[in-house]
């Protein structure tokens, strides 16, 4: 049976990679090899998992240099000679191995103002969204965030300048600005407006490059800059 | 600073881009069309003195110059310097005016 030589991180934000080798299977994702490790190989390699079939967002790790969802990534696409390099999250800070503290990514969506704002009771009407209008056709090309951290950490910005919002949390806004149901949008274009917000990014497109739902955050955040304009020049900001 | 002064600096540094995009390339095709005839002062002041036209356009190029550098060199200090508050926006804004002033003396050198 052929074999994978495998470097995994270990340690914190100190520490080292440390080699393995895992039996090679047809098939086999990433996500396979580091359970394999920790389940035959060394019980106290810690990583995150929950759903393995690309839903919950909870496996994105660094293989190979590229953040990637680890469950949906299979070794023979990424494998360089039968070696794998994996390691946590960048951009994050590092709990132990391949886990990363989610708390500051997640504490940005707040930031933006990423939570619906209605106005509307139990009373009321439900809202009717043509499902063909333009608003409603942007809200569903980034809706589909899984919230796995690979944008964040595919970002250079957010390693250059550590406030920045970054993809995740301004595709979400985005979201919140093109929903017609949607009544904190003033408050939400002040939030993500200038250094901290959609006006930091530089259009690499790192995040619409390794985005696994193949959403395209520079859109929104594009997106996001015209609205913010238009609302400063009204004066709305 | 306010989410507003942030986002026109934004758009300020966006449309002076624009402007410069345009300078550059009549600037550089007055040059490769005024050297033909070989280069020295004196034709180039005898092309620009009392000539509104250029006086203007060469104005309107440093002025451009000095509101998108500044705030190019903002972003730079946010990024790799960390450098945020009222001192980096002070020596950005002495900046600009240390770049308008010698982009302005140079223009009014060869105009008047």
Known sequence: M???????????????????????YPS????????????????????????????CGSCAMTVNGVPRWTCRTHVDKVSRENKLVIGPLRNLPVIRDLVTDMREFFDKWARAKGSFGGNRTRQDELARVPPDSADRKKVDAGIE?????????????VAWNPD????AALNRAWTLVKDERDVAKTERLRAVAGDAGCHA????????????????????????KRAVLGSALKGGL | ????????????????????????????????????????????????????????????????????????????????????????????VAFAAVLAWMGMRAVFAVFV
């Open chain 1, 201 to 224: 990014c530089h259009t690499h497109m790192s995040c619409t490059e390794r985005c696994p739902m193949g959403l395209s955050p520079t859109a929104g955040i594009s997106g996001l």
């Open chain 2, 1 to 92: 600073m306010s989410a507003r002064t942030q986002t026109l600096l934004w758009i300020a540094q966006r449309a002076s881009a624009a402007v410069l995009a345009l300078c550059v390339i009549v600037h550089l095709f007055t040059i490769i069309y005024a050297v033909q005839g070989g280069l020295s002062a004196a034709e180039i002041l005898g092309r620009t003195r009392g000539n509104v036209a250029w006086f203007t356009f060469y104005s309107i190029f440093v002025l451009g110059v000095a509101v998108h550098a500044p705030i190019g060199l903002r972003s730079i200090f946010i990024e790799w310097l960390g450098w945020r508050g009222r001192s980096r926006d002070g020596v950005v």
């Open chain 1, 145 to 157: 965030c899984i919230g796995c951290g690979v944008c964040y950490s595919a970002c250079d910005v």
């Open chain 1, 28 to 55: 086999q994702t990433v996500l396979d090899v580091v359970t394999y490790i920790q389940r035959s190989l060394d019980p106290t390699l810690a990583y995150r998992f929950a759903c393995r079939v690309g839903m």
């Open chain 1, 164 to 167: 920045y919002l970054g993809p």
């Open chain 1, 2 to 24: 052929s074999t994978l030589a495998v470097e995994v991180w270990r340690g914190g934000a100190q520490g080292a990679f440390q080699s393995f080798e895992v039996p090679r």
